[in-house]
């Protein structure tokens, strides 16, 4: 049996993760002089968390305009391919390694669908890979597991990209702007957000979303409490909060 050799592609700079500051770093390095900068991302399109993200509220800053999260993300990403980036999507990046590169670049190994494993070697590496929400888990709270849990940020691609409802009866912990945001998203295609409740004696949120998305449409907030067990065992039934 012949085993084909790993294909290689050498860069200038390689950046990892297509959000938003994966897509100015490597805009930046283009006009910077860098001669191949390659944008690897694990997902499907460009833009990292943006796409799910269909609210207004971007571009203020960088393009005096407002935008909604994908056409926040396509003004990047055309300027990107404006400055000669490259990109190389639904790929995940497996490792960083030096021992990778037989010269004195960097060594990454990622693989996809589309090319299989594939080595990349650049003389700088960028990482852009956002960042990642606490799971129930992570702040541990005690209780079932049962489905029907998610991030706010899971359940904004659940809605906004796959096109699914996550729930019809819905508690959310934590009133930061996502939270806010998902609160009147989930109001809009027909769920019922019993209250959002938030750790803390303030929201984290702006004020703009806690109006917009909480008091427009009579969803309670209650501050300094929190969820303290769940229940069910195929899906969740209920939860018990508890002020703190």
Do not use: K
Request: aromatic share 4%.
């Amino acid at each position: 049996m012949t085993v084909e050799p790993v294909p290689t592609l050498p860069v200038d700079v390689a950046v990892i993760g297509a959000g938003p500051a994966g897509l100015a770093a490597a805009t930046a390095a283009r006009e910077a002089g860098a001669g191949r900068v390659l944008v690897l991302d694990r997902d499907r399109v460009p833009g990292g968390i943006l796409p799910q993200c269909i609210h207004a509220g971007f571009g203020l800053h960088v393009f005096s305009q407002e935008l909604t999260g994908p056409e926040y993300a396509e003004r990047w990403v055309q300027r990107a391919r404006d400055a000669g980036v490259t990109f190389l999507l639904d790929t995940m990046v497996l490792s960083l390694d030096p021992a990778l590169s037989p010269s004195d670049r960097h060594g990454l190994l990622a693989v996809g669908p589309a090319r299989g494993i594939v080595r990349v070697e650049a003389w700088s590496v960028v990482l852009a890979m956002g960042c990642r929400e606490r799971t129930r888990g992570a702040i541990r709270i005690p209780g079932d597991r049962p489905a029907g849990i998610y991030t706010a940020g899971t359940a904004q691609r659940l809605m906004n990209m796959e096109g699914f409802l996550p729930g019809r009866e819905v508690v959310i912990l934590g009133s930061g702007d996502i939270g806010l945001i998902m609160a009147r998203r989930l109001t809009l295609e027909g769920a019922r957000v019993s209250m959002v409740l938030e750790l803390m004696p303030w929201s984290g949120g702006l004020l703009r979303n806690r109006v917009q998305c909480l008091d427009d449409y009579g969803i309670p907030l209650l501050l300094s409490t929190t969820v303290t067990a769940i229940h069910g065992r195929g899906r969740i039934r209920g939860v018990t909060i508890a002020r703190v």
